[in-house]
Nanobody, 127 residues
Framework: QVQLVESGGGSVQAGGSLRLSCAASENTNSVPYWGWFRQSPGKEREGVAAIWPDGGTTYYADSVKGRVTISRDNAKKILYLQMMSLKPEDTAMYFC????????????????????WGQGTQVTVSS
């Protein structure tokens, strides 16, 4: 069982930046595919960004493309999400996820491609 713990959320003004982190509790070789999702009240969970195991390929939702960067440190078992130029519509609970689906690459921003989830960290952007 892989445990994921997010941190780095907070309250910022529009235009500000935040860096989210997600630390894994143990060896993640069995769940090499990592991603970030978000969910706000009344809305479905949305894939934000995902990253290939070697970090060489990344995927982003159109809503955040150009403002967000996902990265990973496999040695430290940490996933990052650098967010810039934040907007009020970015307000949500942000979750990291890890998966092992052999067809993850087909839809890396879909929640059903992931097996383990963190508890989330809240991001609030005020106008």
């Amino acid at each position: 069982q892989v445990q994921l713990v997010e941190s780095g959320g907070g309250s910022v003004q529009a235009g500000g930046s935040l860096r989210l982190s997600c630390a894994a509790s143990e060896n993640t070789n069995s769940v090499p595919y990592w991603g970030w999702f978000r969910q706000s009240p009344g809305k479905e969970r949305e894939g934000v960004a995902a990253i290939w195991p070697d970090g060489g390929t990344t995927y982003y939702a159109d809503s955040v493309k150009g403002r967000v960067t996902i990265s990973r440190d496999n040695a430290k078992k940490i996933l990052y999400l650098q967010m810039m130029s934040l907007k009020p519509e970015d307000t949500a609970m942000y979750f990291c996820a890890a998966g092992r689906s052999g067809i993850w690459w087909r839809a890396p921003l879909e929640a059903d491609k992931y097996n383990f989830w963190g508890q989330g960290t809240q991001v609030t952007v005020s106008s």
